[in-house]
């Protein structure tokens, strides 16, 4: 069965306190894999899309790897206006998507 | 700039009455949209795919005679929820699949919060 799963549920980290968030998953060929962000209230907004294994993405501080069954989303001295709900989803090859709960990333000044 | 356009962006109905959102691509032409809702706090919920041209595909406990999703063209999909209730409470929103030659790429909107009173 195709699965998105996040982890962990929710992190809180300190201002400057870098870490990752974690998108393990299971699919009948992956077409992609693309994180969001998510505001209270918004729509998700696109990140990354990555298309195979060992690609990795960045955009300001965040940077996005993939492994044939995982994908990590890992934030580098995180700023309180990085907290936010960050979504994983996989699109098969018959084009189904598949999201995970999400990761709510809480910064602290 | 934003890629997909949600309309409205908040909508107040009087219980009956029905109310339609509207989800656009800007930038591209999508075959293919999805309607979600979303609980205060809760993940996206997934409630049906949108292929222009054709009829949506719901997800399994989704009523299709509530919430009608209509994809006439290649850069607009409509979701009409029907007769709402207090309960249709919710945060709707949408997203457009772009197949770009450099890869797919989902884009979502705004969202839309509908109030019934």
């Known amino acids: 069965e195709d699965q998105v799963t996040q982890s962990p549920e929710a992190l809180r980290l300190q201002e400057g306190e870098s870490s990752s968030l974690n998108c393990s998953y299971t699919v009948s060929g992956l077409r992609g894999l693309f994180w969001y962000r998510q505001d209270p209230g918004k729509g998700p907004e696109f990140l990354f899309t990555l298309y195979s294994a060992g690609e990795e993405k960045e955009k300001e501080r965040l940077k996005a790897t993939l492994t044939k069954k995982e994908s990590f989303l890992h934030i580098t001295a995180p700023k309180p206006e990085d907290s936010a709900t960050y979504l994983c989803a996989v699109q098969a090859w018959d084009d189904k998507i598949i999201f995970g709960k999400g990761t709510r990333l809480h910064i602290l000044p | 700039g934003a890629v997909v356009s949600q309309h409205p962006s908040w909508v107040i109905c009087k219980s009956g009455t029905s109310v339609k959102i509207e989800c656009r691509s800007l930038d591209f032409q999508a075959t293919t949209m999805f309607w979600y809702r979303q609980f205060p706090k809760k993940s996206l919920m997934l409630m049906a795919t949108s292929n222009e041209g054709s009829k949506a595909t719901y997800e399994q406990g989704v009523e299709k005679d509530k919430f009608l999703i209509n994809h006439a063209s290649l850069t607009l999909s409509t979701l009409t929820v029907t007769s709402a209730h207090p309960e249709d409470s919710s945060f709707y929103i949408c997203?457009?699949?772009?197949?770009?030659?450099?890869?797919?790429?989902?884009?979502f909107g705004e969202g839309s919060w509908l109030t019934v009173v």
């Open positions: 997203s457009a699949l772009d197949r770009a030659l450099s890869g797919n790429t989902i884009y």
